[in-house]
């Protein structure tokens, strides 16, 4: 591990710096503010739109560039976008018939702005993961029609399904990745965290062997695989933890903070 080398700490959010009550810890707080005063700089790499990873940066002093929308939008941290990749307008149309098809919750952002057709109890759900409101409409109404990324939530063997569909009929289009095994995100083609992470640090002049990354999901590999220290949390699930080298504790045991305070001092 080149420790001297490492001048970024990219972080997804969700199972690794925010737990099931949708916090984080005292202890990872302090840990990224230690990193912040030692001069690296803090990158969240997130499935959340720009505006619901904002409701939880600030808790330790803001970062200092977002990956959000699993990549599909990159941001300094001034709210410049560095990059931009989302969903085009036919292919955001045909997405919508497929999954009208379907008796799963689904839900799409243009932008910062949540959508959905149906309420159902997963729309209350991902209310209070997002913290954010959405918007009840019908998406035919729209002149224009192109998704920063569309979502479903379900049991994950229904959300097989879904994905194997998508995979199928849009693979030159679109691709489909879990942030959760009840959540299917859904981006545009050649989207994801290790190429939302490039684009920032081409902006910052820097590269990936300067990244220290930590995440628990299958949304994360990509990243944790593409830097110079990718990290899987103690609760990812079996493939994440094979695929990578290093690893710390769960979420709920402050396995960020673990990390960094041990081998990032």
């Known amino acids: 591990m080149e420790k001297n080398s490492i001048q970024?700490?990219?972080?997804?959010?969700?199972?690794?710096?925010?737990d099931q009550d949708y916090t984080i810890s005292p202890a990872v707080?302090?840990?990224?503010?230690?990193?912040?005063?030692?001069?690296?700089?803090?990158i969240l790499a997130t499935g959340r739109v720009r505006a619901s990873a904002l409701k939880h940066a600030h808790k330790f002093g803001g970062a200092d560039g977002y990956i959000c929308s699993?990549?599909?939008?990159?941001?300094?941290?001034?709210?410049?976008?560095?990059?931009?990749?989302?969903i085009e307008e036919p292919v955001s149309r045909l997405l919508v018939e497929l999954a009208r098809q379907t008796t799963s919750h689904f839900h799409a952002f243009i932008e910062d702005d949540w959508y959905y057709e149906k309420e159902k109890p997963d729309t209350k759900f991902y209310h209070r993961r997002s913290g954010l409101e959405g918007r009840p409409t019908?998406?035919?109404?729209?002149?224009?029609l192109t998704f920063t990324?569309?979502?479903?939530?379900?049991?994950?063997?229904?959300?097989?399904?879904i994905k194997s569909k998508i995979e199928s009929e849009f693979s030159t289009a679109l691709q489909a990745m879990y942030s959760a095994p009840f959540m299917l995100e859904v981006v545009a083609r050649g989207v994801d965290k290790a190429e939302g992470l490039r684009a920032f640090l081409d902006f910052e002049g820097a590269s990936l062997s300067e990244v220290c990354a930590f995440g628990d999901a299958e949304n994360d590999l990509d990243m944790l695989q593409a830097v110079g220290i990718g990290v899987a949390m103690g609760n990812a699930p079996k493939p994440v933890k094979e695929a990578v080298r290093?690893?710390?504790?769960?979420?709920?045991?402050?396995?960020?903070?673990?990390?960094?305070?041990?081998?990032?001092?």
């Open 149 to 161: 990324k569309f979502m479903f939530l379900d049991d994950h063997e229904k959300l097989e399904s």
């Open 8 to 18: 970024y700490i990219a972080l997804d959010m969700d199972g690794t710096i925010l």
């Open 138 to 144: 019908n998406f035919d109404n729209f002149n224009v």
């Open 70 to 86: 699993n990549g599909a939008d990159v941001y300094a941290a001034d709210g410049r976008r560095i990059a931009k990749r989302h």
């Open 246 to 265: 290093y690893h710390t504790l769960s979420v709920d045991d402050d396995g960020v903070a673990v990390f960094l305070n041990t081998y990032l001092p």
């Open 29 to 42: 707080i302090d840990a990224l503010q230690r990193q912040k005063l030692s001069g690296r700089k803090i």
